[in-house]
T-cell receptor, first 115, second 118 residues
Framework: EADIYQTPRYLVIGTGKKITLECSQTMGHDKMYWYQQDPGMELHLIHYSYGVNSTEKGDLSSESTVSRIRTEHFPLTLESARPSHTSQYLC??????????????FGPGTRLLVL | GESVGLHLPTLSVQEGDNSIINCAYSNSASDYFIWYKQESGKGPQFIIDIRSNMDKRQGQRVTVLLNKTVKHLSLQIAATQPGDSAVYFCAENRSGSAGGTSYGKLTFGQGTILTVHP
């Protein structure tokens, strides 16, 4: 069982509100990721981080932003939520192993509904 | 562009049968593959992985087969149980470095819904 946590698990919010999705891991992993997933569909990488003070955009363009001030914490923020942001957001982490393959471990996800 | 896709979006089996879930990938530079299981309301859970220097790897009740010639990956589940019902994703990871840093990027396929009937 991976020690990676996400809160809230479910969030219903109105358009225009600012939201922050929390992600924490206790495995000491350097790398963390945020994915967006629509029901039954593949995961799309929207942000990742190599370590503290490192953040990069993923493959899928997203209006969200992230920060990495502490190794264990990788919050995602939407300044002004819109219905198009409705989706499931999954956080993951992995241990840096240089050029070797790295298995990512996922949190339970946050289901976001923007009205 | 690069993609990982699944041949069958749904698979329905009887309890006790063996299940085979297939995956095709297009990036010949991919050298590491992972199968994840995602149950309803949960995040993906690691099942098994395989590196490109192998063509078969076995775990507990699961076997992954890799055919690099045709860029095909499969997951075999023996004696499928109702608890195996979930969405199964294959993912590819091209290890190595870009600019001196590898970030272990995964590309996921669409997913196969496995339903096991008692």
């Amino acid at each position: 069982e991976a020690d990676i946590y996400q809160t809230p698990r479910y969030l219903v919010i109105g358009t225009g509100k600012k939201i922050t999705l929390e992600c924490s891991q206790t495995m000491g992993h350097d790398k963390m990721y945020w994915y967006q997933q629509d029901p039954g569909m593949e995961l799309h990488l929207i942000h990742y981080s190599y370590g503290v003070n490192s953040t990069e955009k993923g493959d899928l363009s997203s209006e969200s932003t992230v920060s990495r001030i502490r190794t264990e914490h990788f919050p995602l923020t939407l300044e002004s939520a819109r219905p198009s942001h409705t989706s499931q957001y999954l956080c993951a982490s992995s241990e840096y192993q240089g050029a070797r393959e790295e298995t990512q471990y996922f949190g339970p996800g946050t289901r976001l509904l923007v009205l | 562009g690069e993609s990982v896709g699944l041949h069958l979006p749904t698979l329905s089996v009887q309890e006790g049968d063996n299940s085979i879930i297939n995956c095709a990938y297009s990036n010949s530079a991919s050298d590491y593959f992972i199968w994840y299981k995602q149950e309803s309301g949960k995040g993906p859970q690691f099942i098994i992985d395989i590196r490109s220097n192998m063509d078969k790897r076995q775990g507990q009740r699961v076997t992954v087969l890799l055919n690099k010639t045709v860029k095909h990956l499969s997951l075999q589940i023996a004696a499928t149980q109702p608890g195996d019902s979930a969405v199964y994703f294959c993912a590819e990871n091209r290890s190595g470095s870009a600019g001196g840093t590898s970030y272990g990027k995964l590309t996921f396929g669409q997913g196969t819904i496995l339903t096991v009937h008692p």
